[in-house]
Structures are given as structure tokens and as C-alpha cells.
T-cell receptor, first 113, second 113 residues
Framework: DAGITQSPRHKVTETGTPVTLRCHQTENHRYMYWYRQDPGHGLRLIHYSYGVKDTDKGEVSDGYSVSRSKTEDFLLTLESATSSQTSVYFC????????????FGQGTRLTVV | DQQVKQNSPSLSVQEGRISILNCDYTNSMFDYFLWYKKYPAEGPTFLISISSIKDKNEDGRFTVFLNKSAKHLSLHIVPSQPGDSAVYFCAASEGRGAQKLVFGQGTRLTINP
């Protein structure tokens, strides 16, 4: 199994509070991604990173920020959580070759009450 | 702007028959396509992929077909087994630059005994 760990695995937080989710990899892969999965929407890309300090927005980036200060860690921050951000969040990693798959973490279930 | 679309939210197939899952894309710059399988409470796992230089790729019971002119790909599972019941996602990426990886909404496949 690819070395990718998400923390925490479950979190309940109140509306308006900041939340940070962590993705840690031991594979030294260049690309890292944050997705959210919601019924009827599948996996939607929030932000992704193509190197240390190099990040870009995905299709649903509003309300989220990311940081990657080390190759192995990719942080997703909800500055002020809202109920619409209740979701399951997945981190993925991918190598640099064109023909390579992405490996996913186990997911973080976030509930904003 | 949904660049990757799976228009069938669900599919039910009898055990032993063929399952065909479809995926359409709009971005002509996509040149690498992947299928993922997801069980409840787990992260997606890679199933099979295809590069745009091919029109077919086979791996055991799984075959992916790519029709570039129609911007359409399909996943065939033959014969279908109960363990194939899961949500299937197709994904696409451009093999250059930041390698954004975009997923479809998913299709829930149920294999009936």
C-alpha cells in the first residue's frame, strides 16, 4: 500500500471555527491533491500541489486554503467552517510519470454543526 | 464546468453478465484516463488506465475502451462478480504542466446474484 496517511479520520466542529486536515506521504511523490466526496457530485478537486510551495486551485476551492512546506505534508485549512463543508475529504498522491495512477488516503469525515 | 461526466448514477447487473460503465469528457487536452473503484468507508483504489495513444487496454476481467473522436471511454467488466459491487469513478489528466487530475461523479454498480 502507498504510504499516505490522513489525520484526523473523523472530526466534528462548530460553524465558524478553523479546521486543518493533514495529509502525510512517505513516497516522495511530487503531486498531492485534496478532494471532497459528496452524494451526486462524486470526487471534486479542491486544491492540488505540484511541488513544495507550488499549489493551484481546483473546481471547488472557495472557503479552503492549502499549504505545502515539505514534500511529505499537504495541509487543507477551512478558515471558518460552514455546514456546506460537511463532507468526506480525500487526499491523493501521484508520481511524476505521465502514465501513473494516484493513490488515495482513507479519508477524513468532517461534520460541521 | 464538469470536464468529466458519468451520466449514469447507478447500474444493476446480474452476476456473470457484462457490466459496462461509461464516461464522457470535454477537455481535448486530456491524454491519460483512469478508472477507480470505491467501497464504503474506504479510499478509492486504482483499477485500470489508458493512454490516449491507445484505444483499448485489458487487465483480466477489466477492459477500458477509449474513443477519442467522441471523447468517450467505457469500462467493461466480464464476467461480473458480487465483489464488483462498488462505486466506480473515471478520471482524466493532461500529461503536462501541473497534472491536474479530474474525476467524474461516479456510478454505483450493483451485481445481483
Amino acid at each position: 500500500d502507498a504510504g499516505i496517511t490522513q489525520s484526523p479520520r473523523h472530526k466534528v466542529t462548530e460553524t465558524g471555527t478553523p479546521v486543518t486536515l493533514r495529509c502525510h506521504q512517505t513516497e516522495n511523490h511530487r503531486y498531492m491533491y485534496w478532494y471532497r466526496q459528496d452524494p451526486g457530485h462524486g470526487l471534486r478537486l479542491i486544491h492540488y500541489s505540484y511541488g513544495v510551495k507550488d499549489t493551484d486551485k481546483g473546481e471547488v476551492s472557495d472557503g479552503y486554503s492549502v499549504s505545502r512546506s515539505k514534500t511529505e505534508d499537504f495541509l487543507l485549512t477551512l478558515e471558518s467552517a460552514t455546514s456546506s463543508q460537511t463532507s468526506v475529504y480525500f487526499c491523493a498522491i501521484r508520481g511524476t510519470a505521465v502514465a501513473t495512477e494516484a493513490f488515495f488516503g482513507q479519508g477524513t469525515r468532517l461534520t460541521v454543526v | 464546468d464538469q470536464q468529466v461526466k458519468q451520466n449514469s448514477p447507478s447500474l444493476s447487473v446480474q452476476e456473470g453478465r457484462i457490466s459496462i460503465l461509461n464516461c464522457d469528457y470535454t477537455n481535448s487536452m486530456f491524454d491519460y484516463f483512469l478508472w477507480y473503484k470505491k467501497y464504503p468507508a474506504e479510499g478509492p483504489t486504482f483499477l485500470i488506465s489508458i493512454s490516449s495513444i491507445k484505444d483499448k487496454n485489458e487487465d483480466g476481467r477489466f477492459t477500458v475502451f477509449l474513443n477519442k473522436s467522441a471523447k468517450h471511454l467505457s469500462l467493461h467488466i466480464v464476467p461480473s462478480q458480487p465483489g464488483d459491487s462498488a462505486v466506480y469513478f473515471c478520471a482524466a489528466s493532461e500529461g503536462r504542466g501541473a497534472q491536474k487530475l479530474v474525476f467524474g461523479q461516479g456510478t454505483r454498480l450493483t451485481i445481483n446474484p
